[in-house]
């Protein structure tokens, strides 16, 4: 595998894009949980050099999670599970990303991958990485939010499920990509 990929959230977020494609489409979330589960696995979620990070273990286990209720509670086409999925799944995201806050911020665990040991000691490594991270869990709170809206008024679901969660992650993935080397320009300049 190319290792920007090997190394990438990419890897990570696939199972959960995967799931909002499959369980907003004319399928059950059953379906959604289970695509992702075997992606996840596929992907080599749990098996990277290094040990998982905190973005696939949470992915594993919400996923199976998911797969396991829908086969024992028998996932019915629109039943609460469909209707709520994307609001559920990115409240999880939302979740796991703002408590890793606490500990370590999640996107730090890729950035280590490829930032030289000497500036991840540095307390701007961190704050880049803090505020990364605070961004996706806003970004997943708002798509969790954007969910429930289209929850309760459907003739709103083109926008809130898709436009804007569209529109959000993208401007998140370009923030992702471009913050840190700003920090970096920025930290040149001071010293």
């Not at 075997?38 to 949470?58: D, N």
């Amino acid at each position: 595998m190319d290792e920007w990929f090997e190394h990438s959230p990419f890897v990570g977020f696939a199972p959960w894009i995967l799931y909002w494609v499959v369980a907003g489409s004319s399928s059950t979330w059953l379906y959604g949980g289970l695509c992702a589960v075997i992606a996840a696995f596929i992907l080599g979620v749990s098996m990277r050099v290094g040990g998982p990070r905190l973005l696939e273990v949470v992915t594993i286990v919400f996923f199976v999670a998911v797969t396991i209720a829908g086969m024992v509670t028998g996932a019915t086409d629109m039943d609460w599970m469909d209707v709520y999925s994307t609001t559920l799944s990115s409240g999880v995201l939302a979740v796991m990303a703002f408590g890793s806050l606490a500990f370590t911020p999640f996107t730090e665990q890729y950035a280590r991958d490829f930032t030289p040991r000497s500036d991840r000691e540095k307390a701007a490594f961190r704050r880049t990485n803090q505020m990364l991270t605070l961004m996706w869990g806003l970004v997943f709170a708002l798509i969790a939010v954007l969910g429930f809206v289209a929850a309760g008024a459907p003739s709103t679901a083109h926008w809130t499920n898709w436009v804007i969660p569209v529109v959000v992650i993208a401007g998140a993935v370009g923030m992702t990509n471009t913050y840190p080397e700003r920090v970096q320009a920025r930290l040149r300049t001071t010293d």
